[in-house]
T-cell receptor, first 110, second 114 residues
Framework: DQQVKQNSPSLSVQEGRISILNCDYT??????FLWYKKYPAEGPTFLIS?????DKNEDGRFTVFLNKSAKHLSLHIVPSQPGDSAVYFC?????????FGTGTRLQVTL | DAGVIQSPRHEVTEMGQEVTLRCKPI?????LFWYRQTMMRGLELLIY????????DSGMPEDRFSAKMPNASFSTLKIQPSEPRDSAVYFC????????????FGPGTRLTVL
């Protein structure tokens, strides 16, 4: 029973366009929300997070949106760049435990 | 700082053999995590330590898996006996504070059990 789901295993976007990655969760008690990025042969690296009391957090080209009523988290990348091609994991949970999604492989094409 | 160090980077072994994965966390980090990544289940938390003490091992799949942290700078994950379904990439991560603080991941160990 997966409490954190990324239903799109892969996504292809043209350079300069917007990339939207989605994540759904089931436990309304979850109050920590993060995104990690992973390149091949490397470990995941922290990308951006959002406080449970906010619905939007922006950092440069990256914006994370949180809809707590829908239990939905999304990451927007605009404009997308070839260097953004990687696997993106959402990480959601409580102060004592985070659960990662299965990841979405983003490919940004020229 | 060199970051989280894991060894070996690749391990190929035969079913039934003992496998030991090693991790050196970032100095000063009090929390250490072991994860397993598979295509089907993504990144799964196996176990985490706080100040060298195991706090939550509910993710350890079965008794064949064990983890230790004898001191603040070293941890091991052991699989004995190994099985083909254990083939995965195993990551170690460390953080300064409990789970929600930014975790710094090592490069991972790719384990293949034949």
């Amino acid at each position: 029973d997966q409490q954190v789901k990324q239903n799109s295993p892969s996504l292809s976007v043209q350079e300069g366009r917007i990339s939207i990655l989605n994540c759904d969760y089931t436990n309304s008690m979850f109050d920590y929300f993060l995104w990690y990025k992973k390149y091949p042969a490397e470990g995941p690296t922290f990308l951006i997070s959002i406080s449970s009391i906010k619905d939007k957090n922006e950092d440069g080209r990256f914006t994370v949106f949180l809809n707590k009523s829908a239990k939905h988290l999304s990451l927007h990348i605009v404009p997308s760049q070839p260097g953004d091609s990687a696997v993106y994991f959402c990480s959601i949970g409580t102060a004592s435990k985070l659960t990662f999604g299965t990841g979405t492989r983003l490919q940004v094409t020229l | 700082d060199a970051g989280v160090i894991q060894s070996p980077r690749h391990e190929v072994t035969e079913m039934g053999q003992e496998v030991t994965l090693r991790c050196k966390p970032i100095s000063g980090h009090d929390y250490l995590f072991w994860y397993r990544q598979t295509m089907m289940r993504g990144l799964e938390l196996l176990i985490y330590f706080n100040n060298n003490v195991p706090i939550d091992d509910s993710g350890m799949p079965e008794d064949r898996f064990s983890a230790k942290m004898p001191n603040a700078s070293f941890s091991t994950l052991k699989i004995q006996p190994s099985e083909p379904r254990d083939s995965a990439v195993y990551f170690c991560a460390s953080s300064q504070r409990e789970g929600v603080d930014t975790q710094y991941f090592g490069p991972g160990t790719r384990l293949t059990v034949l």
